[in-house]
């Protein structure tokens, strides 16, 4: 019974590694009729979306949990 669930998993993984070798980035690089690339972010927006907007909503979220458990711990 190991072997044949080796020899699926195998088979499995094999094709996974074709279908992405046959699916190449390249055709990423021919843009479609209408389509038209948008301006650059510049560093401040790329910090800002990328950096800045994550704390600042982990950072909510971490204010409404701890509200919320201060108010039931004081229930209790």
Do not use: C, H, W
């Amino acid at each position: 019974m190991d072997k044949r669930n080796a020899m699926r998993a195998g088979a499995v993984t094999a094709a996974a590694t074709l279908m992405m070798l046959m699916t190449s980035p390249a055709m990423a690089l021919t843009q479609d009729d209408g389509e038209q690339a948008g301006n650059g972010l510049t560093v401040a927006q790329t910090l800002g979306l990328y950096v800045a907007l994550p704390i600042v909503i982990f950072l909510a979220i971490t204010g409404l949990v701890l509200v919320g458990t201060r108010k039931s711990a004081k229930k209790s």
